[in-house]
């Protein structure tokens, strides 16, 4: 995701860890306003801020 920019050094790892962050807690507030499926909205949310324990420590890992 970082090559076509050509990064490097910090803002290397600065991409590859903000590209594996979860998804923000924002999206879930928004779809409870606006009831654009909720139920989904926050499972993914919980979801990925669940296995992003996982990712960002093999990404903290490998960068």
């Known amino acids: 995701i970082v090559i076509p920019f050509?990064?490097?050094g910090i803002e290397r790892a600065a991409g590859i860890l903000q590209a594996g962050m979860p998804a923000a807690v924002?999206?879930?507030?928004?779809?409870?306003e606006h009831k654009l499926i909720p139920d989904f909205v926050?499972?993914?949310v919980l979801f990925s801020t669940v296995v992003?324990?996982?990712t960002?420590?093999?990404l903290?890992?490998?960068i």
């Not at 924002?26 to 409870?32: G, Q, Y």
């Open 26 to 32: 924002l999206a879930t507030i928004i779809a409870l």
């Open 56 to 58: 960002l420590t093999v």
């Open 6 to 8: 050509g990064l490097t």
């Open 52 to 54: 992003s324990l996982f």
């Open 60 to 62: 903290l890992a490998v």
């Open 42 to 44: 926050t499972t993914t």
